[in-house]
């Protein structure tokens, strides 16, 4: 692992600071800095607490007078949209919904943070709540429920997306770009094919 040479919060890197800030750090310094952090895990308690007071911008990149709760917004925005509660979204999956917050977990903590917010009513939990609060499948990083959702979009997405079916041809890709299509594998072929070197460091 390369040596720190500068820490930067992520709070700075928002904004017309953020953007001169990385202008200045550079794209190939920036990956190499990102591809040596650790991705945080998909729980409760987690959220990542700058974002938890962001400083909102405006479209020229002033910035707003109040802050934004991101991990707030986002239950308002599902709420407000109508997003399908935990429950109803399994239902919607055909998958057996919960019927105790025993059902979802065995964390005590967990489930007595979920009882003081819900009370009882294991219908009102929203689904972010419970994709983040539900136990995983051993082995993954995701929920059975989000896995359900993962497996039926990466396949939808694949069997409708034109670039993977009727226009998968070198005449959308050109010779050059379907041989780097056939070729990549992983992250690592992309980055190394466009920074060589990188990943080494």
Known sequence: MPPVVEEVPMGEMAGKDGEMRLSEVGMEQMLVSMGHQACGALKLWNYPSWMRNLVPHDINGEERPDQVDMAAMEI???R?????????????LLMIPISSWEDLTDEEEVI????DVYGNDVEKLDLLIGLHAEKKIKGFAISETAFFIFLLIASRRL???RFF??????RTYTEKGLE???????LKDVIDRHFPGMTKK
């Open 76 to 78: 308002y925005r599902d």
């Open 80 to 92: 407000e949209r109508g997003v399908a509660r935990y429950n109803e979204f399994r239902r919607n």
């Open 112 to 115: 007595e943070a979920l009882h």
């Open 159 to 161: 069997e409708s997306d």
């Open 165 to 170: 079916t009727t226009n998968f041809n070198s």
């Open 180 to 186: 780097w299509v056939n070729k990549t594998e992983t």
